[in-house]
């Protein structure tokens, strides 16, 4: 099992940004699908972008497109999510997941192909 750990949540104000950051222990399989996910209070669990680790295959949820970028540093096991332009609507626990050997395909946003889930880190958008 792969441990995922985000980091680099807050608040922050309309407009502002802020840069999540997952780092997985273990060896990922080439090409298995990262993605971060957000869930936010009394809303179901969403996929908001994905990449296939060590690859070039990159997905956004429509909601983040021009907004938000993802990214990876392989040679450190870590996965990032810079998010700009953020509103109240981003306000969700963010979370990091793996889908083991799976790459990002039309399903890449299926909660049940992930393998691993990180704890969470708290966005917070608000004046």
């Known amino acids: 099992q792969i441990h995922l750990v985000e980091s680099g949540g807050g608040s922050v104000e309309p407009g502002g940004s802020l840069r999540l950051s997952c780092v997985a222990s273990?060896?990922?399989?080439?090409?298995?699908?990262m993605s971060w996910w957000r869930q936010a209070t009394g809303k179901e669990r969403e996929a908001v972008a994905g990449?296939?680790?060590?690859?070039?295959?990159?997905v956004y949820d429509d909601s983040v497109k021009g907004r938000f970028t993802i990214s990876q540093d392989y040679d450190k096991n870590m996965v990032f999510l810079q998010m700009n332009s953020l509103n109240a609507d981003d306000t969700a626990m963010y979370y990091c997941?793996?889908?083991?050997?799976?790459?990002?395909?039309?399903?890449?946003?299926?909660?049940?192909?992930?393998?691993?889930w990180g704890q969470g880190t708290q966005v917070t958008v608000s004046s």
């Open positions: 997941a793996l889908a083991f050997g799976r790459s990002c395909g039309d399903d890449w946003n299926t909660s049940w192909l992930v393998n691993d």
């Open positions: 273990g060896h990922i399989a080439d090409l298995s699908c």
């Open positions: 990449l296939n680790f060590r690859g070039r295959k990159i």
